[in-house]
T-cell receptor
Framework: KAGVTQTPRYLIKTRGQQVTLSCSPI?????VSWYQQTPGQGLQFLFE???????NKGNFPGRFSGRQFSNSRSEMNVSTLELGDSALYLC??????????????FGQGTRLTVV | AQSVTQLDSHVSVSEGTPVLLRCNYS??????LFWYVQHPNKGLQLLLK??????LVKGINGFEAEFKKSETSFHLTKPSAHMSDAAEYFC???????????????FGQGTTLQVKP
């Protein structure tokens, strides 16, 4: 069973540009969540998509957006990049159903560097 | 609101000695709790999870954790550390209301485990 796949693994962008990151969840998983990891702030929740709908959102500016396709693959977009957006972006997939939270499986992440 | 506090940012042990990584949580209702491990330049791997079944939870690679409601703790232990255990460990609580699953995880700040030969 293939794991969570994130592409690309590394990105270097210039301030003001925009970037799109991709995440393919485990087959059968309908929930995809995105997290930002930085040395200063740790791991912070960005948003979660379930069946193509945003189900939950963290405290990030509107420059951060995402979407989910009918095959559960998800993309996140960051517009007008700032130096502070440099981080490891992690995607997690889970079944997303039921009253108890099942475990989330994480991809290897996309390392974004803004210069 | 849910939160977790990892009490040590850095723990150093000698190979073959016990490991204790401490975590306290805050939750308005019965929580789901997890421990994840992250090796350098890698994603996060689930070590174990607590979801209101047995309070002593066994995970992979010899790790286990005990849920103590009275102390609001979920400490991670291992009887004997191995060099390969050196990594960052995260205590995590899920933010889900009783009504269902929201998929949002709240992470502690992490504990770096150093294992000395």
């Amino acid at each position: 069973k293939a794991g969570v796949t994130q592409t690309p693994r590394y990105l270097i962008k210039t301030r003001g540009q925009q970037v799109t990151l991709s995440c393919s969840p485990i087959s059968g998983h309908r929930s995809v969540s995105w997290y930002q990891q930085t040395p200063g702030q740790g791991l912070q929740f960005l948003f979660e998509y379930f069946s193509e709908t945003q189900r939950n959102k963290g405290n990030f500016p509107g420059r951060f957006s995402g979407r989910q396709f009918s095959n559960s693959r998800s993309e996140m977009n960051v517009s007008t990049l700032e130096l502070g957006d440099s981080a490891l972006y992690l995607c997690a997939s889970s079944l997303g159903t039921g009253t108890m939270n099942t475990e989330a499986f994480f991809g290897q992440g996309t390392r974004l560097t803004v210069v | 609101a849910q939160s977790v506090t990892q009490l040590d940012s850095h723990v150093s042990v000698s190979e073959g000695t016990p490991v204790l990584l401490r975590c306290n949580y805050s939750s308005s209702y019965s929580p789901s709790l997890f421990w994840y491990v992250q090796h350098p330049n890698k994603g996060l791997q689930l070590l174990l999870k607590y979801t209101s079944a047995a309070t002593l939870v066994k995970g992979i690679n010899g790790f286990e954790a005990e849920f103590k409601k009275s102390e609001t703790s979920f400490h991670l232990t291992k009887p004997s550390a191995h060099m390969s255990d050196a990594a960052e460990y995260f205590c995590v609580v899920s933010d889900h209301p009783i009504s269902g699953n929201t998929g949002k995880l709240i992470f502690g700040q992490g504990t770096t485990l150093q294992v000395k030969p």
